[in-house]
């Protein structure tokens, strides 16, 4: 919960100086939002260990979930401005695990991601139906994950493991719109372009439907992939779904 601590007053901070700055034609707004992932990939514990092919679906997740956070903020002027976004999910599963081509008889896997991206972005494109922005900042990211795994005939493995760091991001995003209240919106960004034993890239595709001139409704999908390489694991997850959110322009 450490980077929650910082990086919420940080999104705080964004909103407050756009606002002070609104009447000088700052845009600003504001998008809680949920995301129901699912989880696919594998891990290595070691990481020259054999590899446990997992996967997790989003209802194993969401009806083990133990605690969730999900919001972004922006603030424009003109051609440029800054976003941020905060995402944090932490739960408790016994999953289907193959450990080396072998089913586990029994598993348990409690897991958190943490993820803080602060960005910069510069309007390329604009036109009365879309826009073009590239992005480009930071992104912290943290993948705990604690398993204990046993197989026939064979003692259980517990492991606790955890990597986390900071990474170099950039990005595109884009809208076009289909009709008077529909917008359609994607969004890609890669972090990791300075190496490191972390990377991450996501996509993000939505339809956002206007109900007034300050507030919009979204949904959409989500990817999110993770590569971590640490001293006790090696791991390579793709976590994907549904997102769904409000946001709020002042």
Do not use: C
């Not at 020259?48 to 969730?68: R, V, W």
């Not at 051609?79 to 995402?87: A, L, S, T, Y």
């Not at 943490?114 to 992005?135: P, Q």
Request: proline letters at 5%; hydrophobic letters at 40%.
């Amino acid at each position: 919960m450490k980077i929650l601590r910082v990086a919420l007053p940080a999104l705080s901070l964004l909103l407050a100086a756009g606002a002070a700055q609104a009447s000088d034609d700052w845009e600003v707004s504001v998008s809680p939002y949920l995301w129901g992932p699912g989880v696919v990939g594998d891990s290595q514990v070691p990481p020259d260990g054999p590899t446990a092919d997992i996967e997790i679906t989003f209802k194993d997740i969401l009806s083990h979930l133990t605690g969730a956070f999900m919001g972004t903020a922006e603030a424009r002027k003109g051609r440029f401005g800054v976003m941020g976004d905060v995402g944090y999910v932490k739960f408790t599963v016994k999953p289907d695990v193959e450990l080396g081509g072998t089913p586990v008889i029994n598993s348990k896997i409690a897991g958190s991601t943490t993820e803080a991206t602060v960005a910069g972005f510069a309007r390329v494109y604009e036109h009365e139906r879309g826009s073009i922005d590239l992005v480009g900042g930071a992104r912290y990211s943290k993948f705990k994950l604690k398993a204990g795994i046993s197989r026939p005939g064979q003692p259980g493995v517990t492991s606790e493991n955890e990597v986390d760091g900071w990474q170099p991001m950039i990005g595109v995003r884009g809208k076009v719109r289909s009709g008077e209240n529909w917008t359609l919106a994607g969004y890609v960004d890669y972090a990791g372009l300075g190496g490191g034993n972390l990377k991450t890239w996501q996509a993000i595709a939505t339809a956002n439907y206007s109900l007034n001139e300050a507030s919009s409704l979204y949904g959409g999908v989500r990817v999110y992939n993770l590569e971590a390489t640490g001293r006790k694991l090696k791991t390579d997850l793709t976590l994907a779904g549904p997102v769904f959110g409000y946001r709020y322009a002042f």
